[in-house]
């Protein structure tokens, strides 16, 4: 299952999250360049269990030597497909985050969740000379915090069916479940010390989330965290917006609200609107006239229900100004 996006929009610009994909693409050209000293960097600035458990390799290397790398390996990727892969769900899970956070404590929050994964893939792998890079650990640790704040979201997710492709929105509670599922069972099959996919600093970078989500939760903004979001507060609401329209049963018509901002009520705008039609969504444009006041229903004539002798209600549209 690959996800497309999910239904909730940050209501502030996630430029944390964005700075960290751009800094694990900026060090992946970095790879690129150091042709066959890649290896090298790799057991240098890697997490390779034998530096930790040897004590006289241990020796060999400093505090700072010997710390670094829990850091700089969450920047470091084995491959155009793994860099793809982990940035893509960052960018997916991780604005929600910084947006619940703010940008200061969300940054922290994904730092402790990759050193905490990279810990227990230490003491999981203890005797392992291989290297672990990789920004998954804290990737994990962005989902675990995902699933708790906000399981019933749902996760537009393109299913590959031999050769048809589905897309189904998913709930994140579903779809992150089978994915801690899937992490486990491969944990469970996977032998010690050997290389591949990292799957028990998966798991701990993900139960790390979930202990440091409520932690962090707990503490208050900090300022310069605060100022920033000054500069980062979104001027618009989104563009693409999911409607869950209601109706009663004896009723054809079914009743939704759209979300506007005071400018775009002012001006008038265009919204592309996903209405659900079983597994699968319509999707439409509105169009919102200029001058438009809070509870204005607009009507969407013949997208409500359809009963047996094939009458057709209308969807009604409740426009909702934010602050």
């Known amino acids: 299952m690959i996800p497309i996006r ?20 900026l060090a992946f050209f970095w790879q690129l360049s150091l042709g066959p000293q890649l290896k090298e960097a790799f057991l240098l600035y890697g997490i390779v269990p034998i ?12 505090t700072f030597e010997q710390v670094f790398p829990f850091i ?35 940054f922290i929050f994904y730092l402790l969740c990759g050193i905490a994964a990279g810990v227990i893939h230490l003491y999981t792998n203890w005797d392992s000379n291989l290297p672990t890079i990789g920004a998954s650990g804290a990737i994990s640790g962005i989902m675990g915090a995902y699933l708790l704040l906000y399981p019933r979201s749902k996760i537009l997710t393109l299913i590959p069916i031999f050769f048809f492709i589905q897309f189904v929105e998913i709930p994140a509670f579903i779809f992150l479940g089978y994915w801690l599922l899937i ?14 996919i990292a799957f028990w600093a998966h798991i701990g970078g993900f139960v790390a989330g979930l202990v440091f989500i409520k932690i962090f939760d707990l503490v208050p903004r900090i300022g310069m965290g605060q100022g ?41 705008t265009r919204k592309l609107i996903a209405i659900p039609q ?40 409740e426009v909702r100004i934010l602050d």
């Open 6 to 25: 999910d239904a909730i929009r940050s209501r502030t610009f996630p430029v944390v999250n964005v700075l960290i994909i751009a800094a694990n693409i």
């Open 278 to 317: 079983g597994l699968k969504k319509r999707n439409m444009i509105v169009t919102i006239p200029p001058d438009v006041r809070e509870g204005t229903r607009l009507r969407l004539k013949g997208l409500g229900r359809v009963d047996r002798e094939g009458n057709r209600g209308d969807l009604f549209l």
């Open 51 to 62: 530096r930790y458990s040897d004590p006289g390799l241990s020796a060999q290397f400093t």
């Open 183 to 196: 992490q486990l069972f491969s944990a469970s099959l996977t032998p010690k010390n050997v290389g591949g």
């Open 228 to 268: 920033l979001r000054h500069y980062t507060d979104r001027k618009a609401t989104p563009r693409l917006q999911s409607i869950s329209p209601q109706s009663s049963p004896e009723e054809l018509d079914l009743h939704g609200e759209i979300m506007i901002t005071a400018k775009e009520a002012v001006r008038g």
């Open 72 to 106: 700089a390996s969450m920047f470091l990727h084995g491959g155009f497909m793994h860099i793809l892969g982990n940035m893509w769900f960052l960018y997916i899970f991780g604005d929600n985050i910084e947006d619940r956070l703010g940008h200061v404590r969300y």
